[in-house]
């Protein structure tokens, strides 16, 4: 059975510091992916995270992934209110989705 | 020009009752997915459908079915809800396979079973 977890679940942070989200699975997988869900809003996808060493980004955010660890990190740099959102990584599994828990992130003025 | 629609938004019903939830993509994917949000935020999910070929969450109880008239629809069946049914109910579409490509989410159904 394929686990993902999150670490850490709640984040609450100043604005303009910086912070790392982590995600980690259990069991073999080359792809991973980053969502993004404001309160009572939708999923919108953030990365899609193809391979071994794959790095992107977009803003103040950036997505790396590590396969061989089974690790996924969700860098964010200089953090403003806006980023302020519960963040989940999923894995692929045969034909179907594993999510993490997600990160709740709240950023402070 | 939504991607990923789905009606109604909001459904509040009693307990015993069968109801059904919409969702249409405008995409032009292969594969669409109904996903259950828990009061905790957890997304679980229930179906995967690619080209016919239905992937069933083996935790689904059955009184919940889907539905494909075509490829740019999965509507959701629910069958004598019950108060455990409250949730947030997502549909989503991907290109190609299952698992392939990142998921294009809709609004979400609001479910409340009184």
């Known amino acids: 059975e394929l686990k993902v977890e999150q670490n850490p679940l709640f984040l609450s942070m100043q604005e303009g510091k910086n912070y790392t989200i982590y995600c980690n699975y259990s069991?073999?997988?080359?792809?991973l992916y980053w969502y993004r869900q404001d309160p009572g809003k939708s999923l919108e996808s953030l990365f899609v995270?193809?391979?071994?060493?794959a790095v992107k980004q977009e803003g103040r955010l950036m997505a790396s992934l590590d396969t061989k660890a089974r690790l996924s990190t969700l860098h964010i740099t200089a953090a403003v209110h806006d980023l302020s959102a519960t963040y989940f990584c999923?894995?692929?599994?045969?034909?179907?989705?594993?999510f993490g828990p997600g990160t709740r992130l709240s950023v402070l003025p | 020009d939504t991607a990923v629609s789905q009606t109604p938004k909001y459904l509040v019903t009693q307990m015993g009752n069968d109801k059904s939830i919409k969702c249409e993509q405008n995409?032009?994917?292969?594969?669409m997915y109904w996903y259950k949000q828990d009061s905790k935020k957890f997304l679980k999910i229930m179906f995967s459908?690619?080209?016919?070929?239905?992937?069933i969450n083996e935790t689904v109880p059955n009184r919940f079915s889907p539905k494909s008239p075509d490829k740019a629809h999965l509507n959701l069946h629910i069958n004598s809800l019950e108060l455990g049914d409250s949730a947030v109910y997502f549909c989503?579409?991907?290109?190609?396979?299952?698992?392939?490509?990142?998921?294009?989410f809709g609004p979400g159904t609001r479910l409340l079973v009184l």
């Open positions: 069991t073999t997988s080359d792809r």
């Open positions: 999923a894995v692929p599994l045969g034909q179907n989705f594993v």
């Open positions: 989503a579409s991907s290109r190609g396979l299952a698992g392939a490509a990142a998921q294009y």
């Open positions: 995270l193809l391979s071994n060493g």
């Open positions: 995409l032009g994917h292969d594969t």
């Open positions: 459908y690619n080209n016919k070929e239905l992937i």
